[in-house]
């Protein structure tokens, strides 16, 4: 069950450390469910803030503002120290956030994550009006192209003919390449696991 509370709408559930999972950029709080039932019983408390990747004015909407986002969120929250979970743009939310805040994260954990190098929607992005191109792209994002369920394509679909969406996703994609995080990661201390896809096109195993 989704809470309300001043600027934020998050899933949470059970006690104990928190932990924030952070979507992707075109991910959802649903994607999640297999953690969110997962962690609870075993101590921590899983947090899923949706984050606000097309609500934000376009000056705010890139990695930078929405790590400030997310660390405003703590602070609301009241938390201590965090264990971060981000996916995809979230693990370089996460990543970008751990840089700036080290002190808020008690551990990272990446899946897939952009920061370093992304291959985005391929050399013609975006075929907008063509929704078999649009179903293959999002196919590709998963190992089990099952998972890209009418419901998932008809939302990238519903996303991508958009103006304004279509606008804030390039927009993110060129914060994401902006927020190269080669250069930081060297000098990041904060105990990390790093879990990737061996078949992942989007963002390959070689970035991992």
Same mark, same amino acid.
């Given at each position: 069950?989704? =809470?309300?509370?001043?600027?934020?709408?998050?899933? !949470?559930?059970?006690?104990? $450390?928190?932990?924030?999972?952070?979507?992707?950029?075109?991910?959802?709080l649903?994607n999640?469910? #297999?953690?969110?039932?997962?962690?609870?019983?075993?101590?921590?408390?899983?947090?899923?803030?949706? %984050? &606000?990747?097309?609500?934000?004015?376009?000056?705010? $909407?890139?990695?930078? *503002?929405?790590?400030?986002?997310?660390k405003?969120?703590?602070?609301?929250?009241?938390?201590?120290?965090?264990?971060?979970? #981000?996916?995809? %743009?979230?693990?370089?939310?996460?990543?970008?956030?751990?840089?700036?805040?080290?002190?808020?994260?008690? *551990? %990272?954990?990446?899946?897939?994550?952009? #920061?370093?190098? !992304?291959? #985005?929607?391929?050399?013609?992005?975006?075929?907008?009006?063509?929704?078999?191109?649009?179903?293959?792209?999002?196919?590709?994002?998963f190992y089990?192209?099952?998972?890209?369920?009418?419901?998932?394509?008809?939302?990238?679909?519903?996303?991508?003919?958009?103006?304004?969406?279509?606008?804030? $996703? %390039?927009?993110?994609?060129?914060?994401?390449i902006?927020?190269?995080?080669?250069?930081?990661? &060297? =000098?990041?201390?904060t105990?990390?696991?790093?879990?990737?896809?061996?078949n992942? =096109?989007?963002?390959? &195993?070689?970035?991992?």
């Amino acid at each position: 069950m989704l =809470k309300k509370e001043k600027k934020y709408t998050y899933f !949470e559930a059970g006690e104990g $450390t928190p932990i924030i999972i952070l979507h992707g950029l075109m991910g959802g709080l649903s994607n999640f469910d #297999g953690v969110a039932n997962f962690f609870p019983p075993k101590g921590y408390k899983v947090v899923i803030p949706e %984050l &606000p990747i097309y609500t934000q004015n376009i000056l705010k $909407t890139n990695v930078k *503002a929405f790590s400030k986002f997310v660390k405003d969120f703590v602070v609301f929250k009241g938390f201590d120290k965090v264990i971060l979970l #981000g996916n995809s %743009l979230g693990g370089h939310i996460g990543l970008y956030f751990t840089k700036m805040y080290p002190d808020l994260v008690k *551990a %990272l954990v990446i899946t897939g994550s952009s #920061g370093l190098y !992304e291959s #985005g929607m391929g050399e013609s992005y975006p075929k907008r009006g063509d929704y078999e191109y649009i179903k293959k792209k999002a196919e590709d994002v998963f190992y089990d192209p099952a998972i890209a369920t009418k419901e998932i394509v008809d939302e990238v679909f519903a996303t991508v003919n958009d103006r304004i969406k279509l606008i804030k $996703t %390039l927009t993110i994609a060129k914060s994401a390449i902006r927020h190269n995080m080669a250069k930081d990661l &060297p =000098k990041m201390t904060t105990p990390t696991c790093i879990i990737w896809g061996r078949n992942d =096109k989007v963002t390959p &195993p070689n970035v991992a």
